[in-house]
């Protein structure tokens, strides 16, 4: 991978949001349709978790939000945002707090 700088590293707006709403994506096997809010702001993703995740796992839970991504389509969905999570041999996690924050509050 580059290396980034410290002055590129501050153009992401990371944010800590709530999973409102978990559906099925119409057009794909993989992935959900996620309603996020981040601080009284809704936004939806698309993310591939369906084979880590059931949608009882996701709703309600607290996760961290690339809030300025360049917005995207994926398979026909709008995608304004991305969950980070990591995944290894031992299967996915999704980056998320140790306790509760305020929705929207930025990631330092």
Same mark, same amino acid.
Request: proline fraction near 2%.
């Given at each position: 991978?580059e290396? =980034?700088? &410290? $002055?590129? &590293? +501050?153009?992401?707006?990371?944010?800590? *949001?709530?999973?409102?709403e978990v559906? %099925?994506?119409?057009?794909? %096997?993989?992935? &959900?349709?996620?309603?996020?809010d981040v601080g *009284?702001a809704?936004?939806?993703t698309?993310a591939a978790?369906?084979? !880590? !995740?059931?949608k /009882? %796992?996701?709703? @309600? $839970?607290?996760i961290?939000?690339?809030n300025?991504l360049? /917005?995207?389509?994926v398979? *026909?969905v709008?995608?304004e945002?991305?969950?980070?999570?990591?995944? @290894?041999?031992k @299967?996915?996690?999704? =980056?998320?707090? %140790?306790? +509760?924050? +305020? +929705?929207g509050s930025?990631?330092?």
């Amino acid at each position: 991978m580059e290396l =980034i700088s &410290f $002055k590129d &590293f +501050e153009k992401l707006d990371l944010r800590i *949001g709530r999973i409102k709403e978990v559906k %099925d994506h119409p057009n794909a %096997d993989r992935l &959900f349709i996620l309603t996020i809010d981040v601080g *009284g702001a809704l936004k939806q993703t698309v993310a591939a978790l369906k084979e !880590y !995740y059931t949608k /009882e %796992d996701l709703e @309600g $839970k607290q996760i961290v939000i690339v809030n300025n991504l360049q /917005e995207a389509v994926v398979r *026909g969905v709008k995608s304004e945002g991305m969950i980070l999570a990591s995944t @290894g041999r031992k @299967g996915c996690s999704i =980056i998320t707090t %140790d306790r +509760e924050i +305020e +929705e929207g509050s930025p990631v330092l």
